[in-house]
T-cell receptor, first 113, second 115 residues
Framework: NAGVTQTPKFRILKIGQSMTLQCTQD?????MYWYRQDPGMGLKLIYYSVGAGITDKGEVPNGYNVSRSTTEDFPLRLELAAPSQTSVYFC????????????FGDGTRLSIL | GENVEQHPSTLSVQEGDSAVIKCTYSDSASNYFPWYKQELGKGPQLIIDIRSNVGEKKDQRIAVTLNKTAKHFSLHITETQPEDSAVYFCAEGADRGSTLGRLYFGRGTQLTVWP
């Protein structure tokens, strides 16, 4: 059972480039989340989804976009990469509302230069 | 549910000693309090959680206590081992309202257990 899988693990982008961070889960979870983790700052929610076709903003959505066309996949899109988006990005999923544990992937470390 | 204070930011203990990490929150509607452990290069992993109708929960060497009146909760690790070394995050969430399904995380505590 793979759980939550994120690709790529590492990426370096130039300012202004775009990319998509992939996230897929095989647990048939309805809820999926994207967080960013900056040193000493904990995890901040970027976007989340309660099911296919439904997405909503979290605490820090600016500069990002998401889509949820299937239950399994929840990609995160950076359209115009900026140095402030250098961070470690984590995808998570849970079966239903917040009282069910969130299962995390191992992250994508992204550097914008 | 946006203000979660976590202390200390770093904690060093000798193997076999106990470790305590404390968190405070401000949202009275919060009623779910999980703790996550993050090892180097990995994603956070849930280690224990507590709901607001319970004051204490224990799982082997790990325990969590909750004081809803004072709005604080704590993680207790007894008989620490070197493999307990990691970053620990507290979080809080609510099962109703505009923040349904969302978790708010503390800034983390780097625990180091010296052999």
């Amino acid at each position: 059972n793979a759980g939550v899988t994120q690709t790529p693990k590492f990426r370096i982008l130039k300012i202004g480039q775009s990319m998509t961070l992939q996230c897929t889960q095989d647990m048939n979870h309805n809820y999926m989340y994207w967080y960013r983790q900056d040193p000493g700052m904990g995890l901040k929610l970027i976007y989340y989804s309660v099911g296919a076709g439904i997405t909503d903003k979290g605490e820090v959505p600016n500069g990002y976009n998401v889509s949820r066309s299937t239950t399994e996949d929840f990609p995160l899109r950076l359209e115009l990469a900026a140095p402030s988006q250098t961070s470690v990005y984590f995808c998570a999923s849970s079966h239903q509302t917040g009282f069910q544990p969130q299962h995390f992937g191992d992250g994508t470390r992204l550097s914008i230069l | 549910g946006e203000n979660v204070e976590q202390h200390p930011s770093t904690l060093s203990v000798q193997e076999g000693d106990s470790a305590v990490i404390k968190c405070t929150y401000s949202d009275s509607a919060s009623n779910y309090f999980p703790w996550y452990k993050q090892e180097l290069g990995k994603g956070p992993q849930l280690i224990i959680d507590i709901r607001s109708n319970v004051g204490e929960k224990k799982d082997q060497r790990i325990a969590v206590t909750l004081n809803k009146t004072a709005k604080h909760f704590s993680l207790h690790i007894t008989e620490t081992q070197p493999e307990d070394s990691a970053v620990y995050f507290c979080a809080e969430g609510a099962d109703r309202g505009s923040t349904l399904g969302r978790l708010y995380f503390g800034r983390g505590t780097q625990l180091t257990v010296w052999p």
